[in-house]
């Protein structure tokens, strides 16, 4: 079944290859969407495709992402589908 989710990655996930790690593993799993920078510091994915790989990018933020990222926190908001994007880019 298809979902969208919307991620807000708390912690140190800026300037440490975060986005750019999120959009290969978005596409890894075939997802669609978006990952950009948050004037406050956090992250935000926007991220749509079938529910167990929206689990398994969680659980990747979840992890810690890459190597220099330290996740603190995850909020995460099941949205309803849109089907809006054609494929994952970095914003």
Same mark, same amino acid.
């Given at each position: ?39 406050? +510091? &956090? ?7 079938? $529910?167990?790989?929206?689990? !398994? /990018? ?6 810690? +992402? &890459? ?7 995850? $909020?995460?908001?099941?949205? !309803? /589908? ?10």
């Amino acid at each position: 079944m298809k979902r969208r989710v919307d991620l807000k990655i708390h912690g140190r996930v800026q300037g440490v290859f975060f986005r750019d790690s999120s959009q290969r593993k978005a596409k890894e799993l075939n997802l669609s969407g978006f990952v950009k920078n948050e004037p406050d +510091g &956090t992250v935000q994915i926007i991220a749509e495709g079938e $529910e167990k790989n929206l689990e !398994e /990018l969680i659980e990747w933020c979840r992890a810690g +992402g &890459t190597e220099y990222a330290r996740v603190d926190q995850v $909020e995460i908001k099941w949205l !309803e /589908l849109s089907d809006q994007f054609d494929n994952f880019i970095v914003k």
